[in-house]
């Protein structure tokens, strides 16, 4: 008895490395967000204040707002076009399915940084595209400003729709031919097929997929930085500038606001469950 | 029929279209000589290139992302591996507990845990706020779910509980055991999720740029400090910067494709089919069963 | 002649108790079973043998030597895991070879080929485990096992993934191999006929209690209660109190009357030929019919419940259903539980 104690003392000295790693950078550093939240901007006193500042901001609710916009809008826009192409995409035969999928496989990977510069410089203010375009005389584009709401918007959509292609189409795998059979055997069309059984297999995966691009498109920061700088009002940029910035450091608001994000992102995944639990009872 | 295919064909095309022009059109600006007033450029040169790969900075900046990938991924290789097979085998009622712990920064975006960590460590009494130490913490909980799930699958498809009982019933000790049997089935499987993890770290500038920032210039500050300059040249870092990122992934995917109907490459996708194996997990060993 | 001693041996997780003070002796080369349904504890006791689980009280004794706190590499016992368990990263050979090489044994070689050769395996020496059949695994796994001569050999239902045709092979090869070796074995399973046909000693287990133990023969014609005799035969378990109504006796004492389904006779009604002397007699109707092969089984419904009576299957004996009948119940092969 004794000896087997010795050895797992022995095994736990193992994980000790582990443990730190997770105290000090992931555990402790959330802690220390929460407890700086809930500081005054002198880091002294213990107050609610900073919560109350940005509720009784404009700017900040601002910010919140639009960043729930821009993440509701991309995932919306991108969760439709993906289950329409990821359908189309089903039809096609095994070998070509595995080339699309591995290019919405390639293009998911160009996000962030670059993928911003690449917008610039097809649709920035001197983009190729903008120039061009100008000179053929179409004038689409001619309103259009990249460093804008629209400009995120796009940007946003494109980061987001191989993630959702990706993600949705392995579920209509699931969807069994032996399914279409069986309902049309029964008298089903096409049409009920879909409204009674195939919508409700999908649902699931488009409510997960949801929410992970909702979540996704909260935590984006370096697309919007990169684009827009700090010319437009989104919640990860306002984080970033008051605890990271070179003018007007306010860690303890930054906390706050970044608590906020946080409890956004758990409500995302807590709604993602429960939908999931709701929609379909068969899973539980 | 025939005609319901036009649609899809439609669709699909379009939707290929949109996804590569922004990469095609990147590519042919890097290499582009003269071009403002047609379709396609009406020149091409090399130029972009001879001069990216002429810039120290650049081999600089490409030498500190390397840096900092070896070491986070080698780290979290050499304490994962062993953490996560003392824990399946030995302590499995703390499973849970590892789980939840090693999922979580996959719910924490970057920017939120910056804030943290600028706290913790820019006073007390561990001061590497603006080094690259900092990053490498920081990157070691990033990859943390991918590698938990890559290490964990692993273990799981191969059995290596009920293997490592039958290893040390024909003599072997815990070390042993870990070494001739559980070692060698699962390095292809930790090597796929490694690969993931380098590209991950190689794109990643949130931390980079909050943290760190000009003070350790990786590739992407630099490629971010580049974009105000001559757009032909900073095509040419991001497109020597992509095709370093399909490299990894390319061989993710043959790896992958060797095992699996359709290859799990985007570290994302992975997260997701493993809420899915949660929910569905019923159903899953329902089919197993048949 | 003990040669395996499982001493008073009690284990449990967190509120429930798993292995209930169990005491069993095993002789050498004697082949035991471990029969019972899943959860009856059968395989943690089998694990703790191997020192794969921890016990919390009692001791555990093999050729006289005390194993309770050994680790398993130290325990000189070989197991066979229900899914094998094999190397795949390692061929055949190197999967059999694996202990020697780790104990540092000499001759590894001629010792793994005459295992390949008992075990009916040569030619597959180079084969990694994906390429070789489920019962060819099997093979592969036993021979691992038996290589290191170990003294007591374990196995845990290890013909359960198997089908039928394979594993009715492989039992009896089992049991050559192991009359070969004179090799003390402890087998787990949940099939009651398995146990019958391998075991010199059966030991049926149910809440982590041994309830009954003895050879085939005796735990199929005396089992100690209720359990043991719904689970080790069809027995006719019928309540004393309905079975004295049905027999209109008195003398009977005792709770519960069991009786195996083939020494139950049928008679037509109105046959006079009957030995009240010997038998009791039940009047019923024939139910239901069943054939499984070599066996006809009739339900015949009596008064206070359903017997079943099985027949070997031949003309003479075919009734109707629907059809009267006598059930003759052979005084001496009533068990009182």
Redesign the interface.
């Known amino acids: 008895m004794r000896k087997i104690k010795k050895q797992k003392i022995y095994l736990l000295a193992l994980l000790l490395p582990f443990i730190m790693f997770v105290i000090g950078f992931e555990i402790g550093p959330l802690v220390a967000m929460i407890k700086n939240s809930f500081y005054a901007d002198n880091g002294i006193q213990v107050t609610i204040n900073q919560y109350i500042t940005i509720f009784k901001s404009k700017f900040y609710l601002q910010a919140i707002q639009n960043s729930l916009v821009i993440s509701l809008f991309s995932a919306v826009v991108s969760v439709i076009i993906a289950v329409i192409a990821a359908y189309s995409i089903t039809k096609f035969s095994q070998k070509i399915q595995n080339r699309i999928l591995m290019i919405t496989n390639m293009t998911s990977n160009f996000e962030g940084i670059p993928l911003s510069f690449s917008y610039i410089i097809l649709l920035g203010n001197n983009g190729l595209f903008t120039l061009l375009f100008s000179k053929i005389g179409w004038d689409v584009f001619a309103d259009f400003n990249l460093y804008s709401w629209t400009g995120l918007i796009l940007v946003y959509v494109y980061f987001q729709i191989p993630l959702a292609v990706m993600l949705i189409y392995p579920s209509y795998q699931g969807i069994k031919k032996q399914w279409k059979e069986a309902s049309s055997l029964l008298g089903g069309s096409t049409s009920s097929f879909w409204l009674h059984i195939g919508i409700p297999v999908l649902l699931p995966s488009i409510v997960g997929t949801f929410s992970i691009l909702f979540a996704n498109a909260m935590g984006a920061y370096a697309t919007a930085y990169a684009l827009v700088g700090s010319n437009y009002n989104l919640l990860s940029l306002q984080i970033a500038s008051l605890v990271a910035s070179d003018v007007a450091l306010k860690p303890q608001l930054g906390s706050a606001l970044g608590v906020l994000l946080a409890a956004t992102m758990i409500g995302a995944m807590w709604f993602n469950g429960r939908m999931m639990r709701r929609i379909r009872r068969d899973l539980k | 029929m025939k005609s319901s295919l036009t649609i899809h064909k439609v669709i699909v095309g379009l939707l290929v279209i949109y996804l590569l022009i922004p990469l095609v059109g990147t590519f042919l600006f890097s290499i582009a000589g003269k071009w403002d007033h047609t379709i396609l450029p009406e020149s091409y040169t090399m130029k972009w290139y001879i001069e990216l790969f002429q810039d120290e900075r650049f081999y600089d900046a490409f030498r500190r992302t390397l840096f900092l990938i070896v070491m986070s991924v080698g780290l979290s290789v050499v304490i994962m591996l062993p953490t996560i097979f003392i824990i399946t085998v030995y302590f499995s009622k703390w499973e849970g507990l590892l789980q939840a712990v090693a999922m979580l920064p996959y719910g924490i975006p970057p920017i939120v845990g910056a804030v943290g960590l600028i706290k913790v460590y820019s006073d007390g009494p561990i001061q590497i706020a603006g080094t690259p130490w900092i990053l490498i913490g920081a990157y070691f909980i990033t990859i943390l779910p991918f590698m938990y799930q890559g290490i964990r699958n692993s273990l799981r498809t191969l059995n290596a509980v009920q293997l490592v009982d039958a290893a040390e019933l024909l003599g072997a000790t815990k070390f042993q055991a870990f070494r001739t049997v559980v070692f060698p089935n699962i390095i292809s499987g930790i090597l796929v999720s490694t690969l993931l993890s380098v590209a991950l770290l190689f794109s990643e500038f949130a931390f980079a740029n909050l943290l760190v920032g000009g003070r350790f210039e990786t590739l992407q500050i630099y490629l971010a400090d580049k974009l105000n300059s001559s757009g032909h040249l900073t095509s040419a870092i991001v497109i020597t910067y992509y095709s370093m990122i399909l490299l990894l992934t390319g061989t993710v995917l043959k790896l992958t494709f060797r095992n699996e109907k359709y290859p799990v490459v985007s570290n994302k996708k992975r997260i997701l089919s493993f809420f899915r194996k949660q929910y569905s997990h019923k159903n899953t060993t329902l089919e197993g069963e048949k | 002649m003990s040669y395996v001693t499982i001493d008073q041996v009690t284990k449990g997780y967190e509120n429930q108790v798993v292995l209930n003070d169990i005491s069993l002796v095993l002789k050498k080369g004697e082949f035991a079973t471990l029969l019972g349904q899943s959860g009856c504890g059968k395989s943690t006791l089998l694990r703790s043998i191997?020192?794969?689980e921890?016990v919390d009280l009692g001791r555990i004794l093999i050729d006289g030597k005390d194993i309770t706190?050994l680790?398993?590499?130290q325990?000189e016992?070989?197991?066979v895991?229900q899914?094998y368990?094999l190397?795949?990263?390692m061929n055949v050979f190197d999967n059999i070879a694996?202990?020697l090489k780790?104990?540092k044994i000499k001759n590894i070689k001629s010792r793994v080929k005459k295992m390949i050769e008992m075990v009916d395996l040569i030619g597959k020496e180079e084969s990694y485990p994906h390429q070789l059949s489920g019962g060819q695994q099997q093979r592969v796994a036993l021979a691992?096992?038996l290589v290191?001569e170990p003294k007591v050999l374990l196995l845990d239902e290890p013909l359960s993934a198997l089908d039928a045709k394979i594993r009715k092979n492989l039992q009896k090869e089992l049991k050559r191999i192991q009359k070969e070796l004179d090799i003390t074995t402890i087998f787990v399973t949940h099939d009651q006929e398995e146990a019958m046909t391998m075991s010199d000693r059966i030991f049926v287990m149910n809440k982590g209690q041994v309830v009954q133990s003895g050879s085939p023969s005796e735990i199929y014609t005396s089992p100690v209660n209720t359990f043991v005799a719904k689970f080790i035969g069809n027995y006719n378990v019928c309540n004393m109190e309905a079975f004295r109504k049905l027999v209109r006796s008195t003398e009977l004492k005792g709770n519960e009357v069991a009786i195996r389904p083939e020494v139950l006779q049928l008679v037509s009604v109105g046959e006079d030929s009957l030995d009240l002397q010997e038998n009791w007699v039940i009047k019923g109707i024939i139910k239901d019919v069943s054939m499984t092969g070599n066996v006809l089984r009739y339900e015949v419904e009596t008064e206070e419940s359903v017997f079943l009576v099985d027949y070997l299957h031949h003309r003479g004996n075919m009734f109707e259903q629907g059809a009267r009948v006598h059930i003759l119940v052979p005084k001496k092969e009533c068990i009182i539980l």
């Open positions: 191997a020192g794969l921890d706190n680790s398993p590499r325990r016992v070989g197991m895991f899914s368990a190397f795949p990263n694996y202990g780790m104990k691992r096992a290191m």
